[in-house]
DNA sequence: CATGAATGAGAATTCATTCAT
DNA sequence: GATGAATGAATTCTCATTCAT
């Protein structure tokens, strides 16, 4: 009976977050209120309070949960044995992969890293430390070259995140892709 | 006597643009509404609507106006007659000046720039187009290497703006700086 | 327990349509404002959106609830046994009298019914049907002359609305109102 | 000069008029505020003021000049020398052929004539008295039967009224505005 | 745990009106 | 006479949140 109750438990709070993930997308960070959020979700209003404390704590929650997303996405793509070269195309095509497969929650946490509030309780830093902690380890090898991670972060996630954001405009993207992945080789990698 | 108007007008619109903008610093877009957009700018909120017809209608405007701005300032640091290592470096020096120096503008347009429906109608490509356009030139002459658009916008900007936003946690940040100029040197010079 | 929540319920809808036909009595269509309704039904502005989607629903939802209630009212003071002239007289005076100790919904019913939007989704055949459908029996019988519904509408309804909507520029009142029977009375029966 | 500027005048005063009525056609009373007024008549809200103090004294005297029109029209198509049965005949006609032709100016009265406002200032008795005067000379002459002047108003204008209220609901119309024209005969002729 | 009902506060926008020009 | 600019007050409606059940 308890479990029973956990899952629905977990149900209803997986829906809650699907339905701010993706009614920021579609309506922005302006248009995502708590009734909105609770229709999409299928749940009264009142059923958010059970789960979060105030809509921002749901924000920042969710938020927090989704903005390593892309670096767990990317790490499950690298393999420690790759070379210099696979590793930037994997970050960087992976990257890119995930914003296209997770565009929702892509454009979320993209919103989310702008706003004040929210971005104050999750540091990209964090979330992106895995990531750089590889790729010490490359430093350490001779491989990368010892830029400092500020920079290291600034060009591996910046520039493809560009990208993905003019993807529509930019149309297929590929070959826009690759020449950033061999710019970023030749960049990063003696 | 028509000019007093003229100012008292000009005078009116420009302190509810610096409202906008100032408000969207502090509270995010969000925290902006009209009343308190007009409350910061002295005026009745009924006045704004004699300036612009909706809310969307006054950001729009406002950041298609200051969007362009970082840009205006980088041309303005900038001479013809400076060779591809000086240039670089006051492209990106150039960006981040302007973040520190109009700290309001950077976010504002920031943020901007993540909501989907103001994003539409201001598009970046436009706003770098003069910075682009001179490089054109550069590549012309065989100093700068010949990678797409999309591609130099994408490690011209998007690498300082980073380090922009993450000025505080960063510290003095002018060692960030110079390395980010040199990586971008070695990488887009022949 | 759960009785008592209903008859709260109840009591708020109940007082909220009260207010909304007493402030369009005393003010008019224009007066009757949400705000203005809620405070004299002494509940939140906020609470009239948890029973009606929009002001516009409440009125039509209002209006088509009132708009019958003259002619059940009338059908109350007939009995099928009565004979033609009784019949008329019934009707006449029931419309009369309804208007007069039900001063505020006549006057309710009569604005709404000119109301462009509102009377589109109440339609006043419908509402008299039952009226009319005795009537057809009579007519049936060779007691009422074969008039069509439309002019037996005409006839037997707006005037005495007419009256009722002059009493009291006219006075008492009943002169008229027995003059006028005794015209139907000529003019509808054999 | 002078008489330039009262043309002018009057285009606009005329104009702001038409802009009233068909507003409030289109829009109800509710719709019909003050600048949606201006803009329909092609002049600044705030010329309305110097033809008008107040918006309450515009309706009233658009609707005072109004109010009578139907009357007006009726007393064109009516010639003394007309026997009973056609003056009763082209009262019923007129009454309706005016609904059709100036549906703007029609619906307005009705509208008008049901606000509590406005009606206090515009009492239809006054409007309708060239025509009543008229039915007294016949009554006089022993044509009309001697009923008061509040049923001929009654049963003269208010049922012709509601046939060009449903003109729409009612298909065609001439049987039935045939058929009312036989009974207002019948019943108010010797 | 879940929710329907309720609400004060505030949202964007429009209102009727004024006034300097 | 005519108007653009300005506004306080009011509009409809939504917000995030609470609470009894």
Redesign the interface.
């Known amino acids: 009976m308890e479990s029973l109750v956990r899952i629905k438990d977990e149900n209803k709070q997986q829906r809650i977050k699907d339905a701010v993930v993706s009614l920021i997308?579609r309506e922005?960070?302006?248009g995502a209120s708590v009734s909105k959020i609770a229709r999409e979700a299928g749940v009264s209003a009142a059923t958010i309070y059970v789960y979060y404390n105030s809509k921002e704590d749901m924000l920042t929650e969710v938020f927090r949960e989704y903005a390593i997303a892309p670096y767990r996405y990317v790490m499950q793509r690298i393999d420690p044995a790759m070379d210099g070269r696979a590793l930037i195309d994997a970050i960087v095509r992976g990257c890119y992969s995930f914003s296209c497969e997770h565009e929702e929650i892509f454009?979320f946490v993209?919103?989310c890293?702008?706003?004040?509030?929210l971005s104050e309780s999750v540091?990209?830093?964090a979330c992106s430390c895995d990531v750089l902690d590889l790729i010490h380890a490359y430093q350490a090898r001779g491989v990368f070259r010892p830029?400092?991670d500020?920079?290291l972060?600034?060009?591996l996630?910046?520039?493809?995140?560009?990208?993905a954001m003019?993807r529509s405009?930019?149309g297929e993207g590929e070959?826009?892709l690759a020449?950033?992945v061999r710019?970023l080789q030749?960049?990063l990698l003696y």
Chains 1, 2, 3, 4 share one sequence.
């Not at 890293?113 to 509030?117: A, K």
């Open positions: 997308l922005g960070i302006n454009s993209e919103q890293s702008r706003c004040p509030t540091s990209e830093e830029y400092s500020w920079n972060g600034a060009v996630f910046a520039p493809v995140r560009f990208l003019n405009a930019m070959e826009s020449e950033l710019m030749t960049l």
